[in-house]
């Protein structure tokens, strides 16, 4: 079975720099704005939960429901990206890349049972995947989940989950059918979170000098690239 050669570490950054103060309060403003989203979608959930005491409804039930899913998942994003403030520590174990991949495909298979126009999601990993890893399962867990969301909101009819081993790295992919890049996000209760958290995620799992990052790319045949790169 390939491992990767060292385990990753967890990681602190230096004390932040004077020419480092505009960037802070960048970060600030993006979680202020962010919070605001989430009030936006919590009043918004508070209304078709009024609703539905006047006008039981399953349809609408199940509407509420799965929008009281997608909250609880951006906050639980937030929550990590905030409260790691650029010091995310990772808690890295060998395991299995495919069973984490498996988890979201699992995931989005009920959510196109569930929805009728989620995308159906389909797994494609390569022979020579690595069959162990060390990162930290939990974390690439919940940014794995964040990308395959998001890729769901463009996608036009499938999501296509991939693994492979490049360059010493441990490669997720999630690719989507939709417009690609720049294209109008047709989701209003997006906060844009999810790539925070991915790149929060990446950039924490480390070896030697090597560190983990993501790339987002357009797709010769049409539709969008989410990779995660894990070191």
């Known amino acids: 079975a390939a491992t990767s050669a060292k385990p990753c570490t967890s990681w602190k950054n ?7 103060a505009d960037e802070t309060i960048m970060e600030a403003s993006s979680f202020a704005l962010i919070a605001h989203d ?5 009043g918004s959930l508070e209304g078709e939960l009024e609703s ?23 906050f639980v994003q937030f929550l990590t990206v905030y409260g790691a403030a650029g010091d995310m520590h990772t808690h890295c174990e060998d395991e299995s890349p495919r069973d984490v991949l498996e988890l979201v495909y699992r995931a989005g298979q009920i959510r196109h049972l569930s929805l009728p126009n989620a995308p159906r999601v389909v797994m494609d990993v ?12 939990r974390l ?4 794995l989940d964040a ?22 790295f441990l490669v997720f992919v999630i690719d989507d059918d939709g417009p690609g890049l720049g294209a109008i996000d047709p989701s209003a209760s997006s ?3 999810g790539t ?8 924490a799992h480390r070896s030697g000098e090597r560190r983990g990052h993501i790339a987002l790319l357009n797709r010769p045949e049409g539709g969008a690239r989410f990779e995660l790169w894990l070191p």
């Open 14 to 20: 230096s004390p932040r720099k004077p020419e480092q």
């Open 38 to 42: 989430l009030k936006n979608a919590l």
């Open 52 to 74: 539905l005491i006047d006008d039981p409804s399953p349809a609408m039930a199940h509407s509420a429901y799965m929008r009281c899913t997608e909250l609880r998942r951006q």
């Open 126 to 137: 390569a022979a020579e995947a690595p069959t162990y890893w060390y990162f930290d399962q």
């Open 140 to 143: 690439v867990h919940m940014a």
């Open 147 to 168: 990308a395959f969301h998001n890729a769901s909101r463009f996608a036009r009819s499938q999501v296509t989950l991939g693994l492979r081993g490049q360059d010493g």
């Open 191 to 193: 906060t844009g979170l």
């Open 196 to 203: 925070d958290l991915c790149k929060s995620v990446a950039e």
